[in-house]
C-alpha cells in the first residue's frame, strides 16, 4: 500500500523564479493537503485540495497556488519566491467524509531552499 | 491561535527511561494526534485520540487527554535511542475546518 509520496525532495530555486511541488496522496485517499514547515517551526497549514477544488486555505499570500487532478494527485504552485519560502513542504492525504476525524498521513517533504 | 503549544521544548534523558511530552492548546477539539518527526523528514503518525476518549495505549506510546484543561500528554516508556527525533501534538478544530494546527515540537533525545 503506497504512502504519500512527495517530488522533488530537494531543490534549490533562486529569487524570483517558480516552483512546482508534486504530491501523491496514500492509496484510497481523496483529500490532499499542504503545509509549509520552516526550520525548527511546526508546520503550518497552506491549503486543501477536494474533488479538484481548493477547499479551505490558511494564512498564506497568492503567491502559493495548487492543483489537484482527477488521479487525485496535486501540485503546489510558489510564484516570486522569496528568501523566506525556504521551508520543507509536506503533503498530507486523507479520505473525505473523515477528514481530520481519522488519521492523516503525511509525506517525507520537499526540501526548498531560496538562495 | 487555536495552535498547540509542546512543552518542554527539549528533553534529553537516558536509554531505558520514560519520556513524558505534554501539550496544550486553546479552543475545542474532535481530535488529537501525535507525529514524530526524525531530522529533516516527514511526520510519522503515531496516535490519535478522540475528544471523548481520556487514555489510549499503543505499544510503548501512552497518550492522555484532559478536554477540560485543554492539554494532552505523551508518554513514552522504555524509551530507545531509536526513539531520538521531534514530537508534535497537532489538533483540529471543532468548527469543522479540516486542516490541522501544529506546535513547535518537543525535542527529544535519548542517549545510549
Known amino acids: 500500500d503506497a504512502g504519500v509520496t512527495q517530488s522533488p525532495t530537494h531543490l534549490i530555486k533562486t529569487r524570483g523564479q517558480q516552483v512546482t511541488l508534486r504530491c501523491s496522496p496514500k492509496?484510497?485517499?481523496?483529500?490532499v493537503s499542504w503545509y509549509q514547515q520552516a526550520l525548527g517551526q511546526g508546520p503550518q497549514f497552506i491549503f486543501q485540495?477536494?474533488?479538484?477544488?481548493?477547499?479551505q486555505r490558511g494564512n498564506f499570500p497568492d503567491r502559493f497556488s495548487g492543483h489537484q487532478f482527477p488521479n487525485y494527485s496535486s501540485e503546489l504552485n510558489v510564484n516570486a519566491l522569496l528568501l523566506g519560502d525556504s521551508a520543507l513542504y509536506l503533503c498530507a492525504s486523507s479520505l473525505e467524509g473523515q477528514g481530520v476525524r481519522n488519521t492523516i498521513y503525511f509525506g517525507e517533504g520537499s526540501w526548498l531552499t531560496v538562495v | 491561535s487555536q495552535q498547540g503549544e509542546e512543552d518542554p521544548q527539549a528533553l534529553s534523558i537516558q536509554e531505558g527511561e520514560n519520556a513524558t511530552m505534554n501539550c496544550s492548546y486553546k479552543?475545542?477539539?474532535?481530535?488529537l494526534q501525535w507525529y514524530r518527526q526524525n531530522s529533516g523528514r516527514g511526520l510519522v503518525h503515531l496516535i490519535l485520540i478522540r475528544s471523548n476518549e481520556r487514555e489510549k495505549h499503543s505499544g510503548r506510546l501512552r497518550v492522555t487527554l484532559d478536554t477540560s484543561k485543554k492539554s494532552s500528554s505523551l508518554l513514552i516508556t522504555a524509551s530507545r535511542a531509536a526513539d531520538t527525533a521531534s514530537y508534535f501534538c497537532a489538533t483540529d478544530a471543532r468548527s469543522g475546518a479540516n486542516n490541522l494546527f501544529f506546535g513547535t515540537g518537543t525535542r527529544l533525545t535519548v542517549i545510549p
Open positions: 479552543t475545542s477539539i474532535n481530535n
Open positions: 492509496s484510497g485517499h481523496d483529500t
Open positions: 485540495y477536494y474533488e479538484e477544488e481548493e477547499r
